[in-house]
């Protein structure tokens, strides 16, 4: 966080500043800057000191967990998301291993610093067909890196991802 290198005058006996706290790639927690103001006009108590209190949140983390094949050509997707304080939105994706487009389940809300497991099934594969799945969760404040976009693919453009699963196939 920078300064003023010298006095801002308040003109019409107001000055609005602007802070912005930019902490260092993976700092989590609160972060504090101190602001001190004083009066020019004699008389008046002064200094001011106020203290600016910001948070630095980690990104939301998403890890693809196991699937439970079910009969039939369904499976149950499992995952542990982590929030990281603001709300982020979960959900899991999976595709064809000979696709390219990923299809998205529903989502799940979640918020918080405790890691949480999700799981979601989904109905209607091709059996003897083999997919991968995959963990994803984003959140409005800290999106960090881009989710392949081909084709159908409806997903926030910016999320975190979980690894890709090993190739699976839908028993009868």
């Given amino acids: 966080m920078s300064q003023p290198a010298e006095t801002i005058p308040a003109a019409g006996g107001s000055t609005t500043l602007g802070v912005q706290f930019s902490p260092a ?7 504090e800057a101190s ?3 004083v ?12 203290i600016l209190r910001g948070t630095a949140i ?56 405790t890691a949480q497991v999700v799981s979601k099934t989904v109905a209607g594969l091709t059996i ?18 881009s989710i392949p976009t081909t084709g159908g693919n409806l997903s926030p453009a910016l999320v975190f991802v979980g690894a890709i699963s090993t190739a699976f196939t839908p028993t009868a």
Avoid: C, M
Wanted: aromatic share 12%.
């Fill in 58 to 113: 980690a990104a939301p983390t998403a890890t693809t967990g196991a699937r439970t094949l079910i009969p039939g050509g369904s499976v149950t997707f499992n995952g542990t998301f982590k929030a990281n304080h603001d709300t982020a939105t979960a959900y899991f994706q999976y595709k064809l291993t000979s696709s390219n487009i990923w299809i998205s389940t529903e989502v799940s809300t979640l918020t918080g610093f």
């Fill in 39 to 50: 009066s020019s006009n004699p008389g008046l108590k002064n200094p001011y000191d106020v």
């Fill in 25 to 31: 790639t993976g700092i989590v927690g609160y972060r």
């Fill in 35 to 37: 602001l001190r103001i």
């Fill in 128 to 145: 003897g067909q083999s997919y991968h799945f995959r963990a994803v969760i984003y959140n409005t404040v800290n999106n960090i890196t």
